[in-house]
């Protein structure tokens, strides 16, 4: 198995985690995005979006961070990231869409070029425009992560695709310094899947790329 990533990509983060929780052995294949690796005919005739991640396992090749959480879920499906009735899925991947369908395309690496190098907005107008994306979204998660169906993570007290998701997105709102004080539960399931090794092994600064 091999993991085509980037280690500042959240949505390859989200990936790497899960392969973590799942115990699952694979190569990491590093891409630098800022160098324009991604757009190497190479890896066009594999991936043609040219995004991060891909996995490929055996004679399966998947691109879409949402498409190969699923696929292995479906594949290895030991531990489960998705709770075993209906309604705990549909909430589970609502929580997990609002970060990976509205937030993270808003303000990934090649949206915030395309506004700076297109519009000239100046760092203080990039930054107030990626604050205003992550807020949006986590005002909607931290209402949601209010109700019962939540625990220790977004649902129950088992890791999920929510946390897999949320996880990269808290680790970027971080970086970006974002403020989070509105967000009590989103800080305090990020800490508790922080405390795992396979988010730990996960971490961008622990990935062979960072250095």
């Known amino acids: 198995m091999d993991l085509y990533g980037y280690f500042r990509s959240s949505a390859a983060y989200r990936v790497r ?7 699952l052995e694979y190569t990491a294949i590093p891409l630098s995005l800022l160098a324009g690796d991604n757009k190497a005919a ?15 396992d055996g004679t399966v090749a998947i691109g879409q961070s949402l498409a190969i959480l699923e696929y292995l879920e479906e594949t290895y499906p030991e531990p489960a990231l998705l709770p075993s009735d209906g309604a705990g899925r549909a909430r589970v991947r609502q929580l997990a869409g609002i970060i990976a369908c509205d937030i993270h395309p808003l303000d990934n690496l090649r949206v915030l070029k395309y506004i700076t190098g297109i519009f000239e907005v100046s ?12 807020i949006a979204g986590f005002r909607a998660i931290e209402t949601l992560l209010k109700d019962a169906g939540s625990g220790d993570f977004c649902h129950g007290d088992k890791v999920t695709f929510a946390d897999l998701c949320l996880v990269p997105q808290v680790y970027n709102a971080r970086r970006f310094k974002c403020p989070l004080t509105d967000f009590p539960n989103i800080t305090r399931i990020t800490d508790n899947c922080n405390r795992l090794e396979a988010f730990i092994q996960a971490l961008p600064e622990n990935q062979a790329d960072a250095s």
Do not use: C, E
């Open 123 to 134: 760092a203080d107008q990039k930054t107030a425009w990626y604050h205003h994306w992550i």
């Open 42 to 56: 190479s890896y066009l005739d594999k991936n043609p979006q040219g995004f991060v991640p891909y996995l490929t």
């Open 17 to 23: 985690a899960a392969l973590n929780i799942k115990r």
